[in-house]
């Protein structure tokens, strides 16, 4: 389950979190806000933006991943310059101090890699890599090397929140690609909008990632967000862990 850290009161925050926990999630992925949000929609570009707009930013997201951490393993997802800002040892040192297993940077510079990598090595924190479609072979390789935890294969190659048509069969190829290039578990999000689509997806990879129908709730409806989170935990049983993120 993909929660943007920070939307609600820490009270309320942690209530949603047990709920969702409750309803069927089996692993959060906490948000860490950011202002250029590029490879998201415009449903948690606005859930970013209330984030950012209470302030504490940092701490907000630590004390949403000890909630969650207390609950479910979780990671936290957040863009590069975040962490350039804060420093990639010392971020990756609180986030693991927080009790979370892992972080994604999503948009990980090339530069930038093996110094993140060895900060978050350091920290007991896995590294887990979006992994563009596009790659190459020899950069899908490169990606994969340096990852741990997980590879992340998108569903959509449109931001988050994409609710268009779903290429199954190009997703298909590229699980195959993956895991010709690395034994990691492959994980799928972005654009997995409905429990049907979910469905779909859930046999070519190891999780499933929902994310935008549960924050859309979160922002407007909040207790309809552990109720979706179980109408896609059942979607998917008996397939992949249930993650979430779309």
């Known amino acids: 389950m993909f929660v943007p850290a920070g939307l609600h009161p820490a009270r309320a925050e942690r209530r ?29 570009q606005a859930a970013y933006r209330r984030a950012l ?25 957040t863009y590069w310059d975040p962490v350039h800002r804060h420093g990639p040892e010392r971020l990756a040192r609180l986030l693991a101090d927080a009790g979370a297993a892992g972080a994604m940077v999503v948009d990980l510079p090339d530069d930038q890699a093996e110094r993140w990598q060895a900060a978050a090595k350091d920290a007991n924190l896995s590294t887990p890599r979006l992994v563009p479609r596009h790659l190459a072979d020899t950069g899908l390789a490169t990606v994969a090397a340096g990852a741990s935890g997980w ?9 988050t929140g994409y609710r268009g048509p779903l290429d199954v069969p190009a997703l298909a190829d590229f699980t195959t690609r993956l895991r010709a290039a690395s034994p990691l ?15 779909r997806v859930a046999p070519l990879v190891d999780a499933v990632v929902i994310g935008t129908p549960v924050v859309r709730a979160l922002m407007t409806a909040p207790e309809q967000a552990p109720v979706l989170t179980t109408a896609f935990a059942h979607a998917l049983y008996p397939y992949a862990t249930t993650e979430t993120r779309a």
């Open 185 to 199: 578990p492959v994980v799928s999000g972005v654009g997995i909008f409905t429990p049907a689509l979910a469905e």
């Open 16 to 44: 949603q979190l047990d709920q969702i926990a409750r309803a069927g999630a089996d692993l959060f992925e906490i948000g860490l806000a950011h202002h250029d949000a590029g490879l998201d929609g415009p449903v948690i």
């Open 151 to 159: 590879l992340y294969a998108p569903a959509s190659t449109a931001p």
């Open 53 to 77: 707009s209470r302030g504490y930013v940092l701490a907000r997201a630590l004390r949403a991943v000890e909630h969650a951490a207390g609950l479910r393993p979780t990671v936290v997802m």
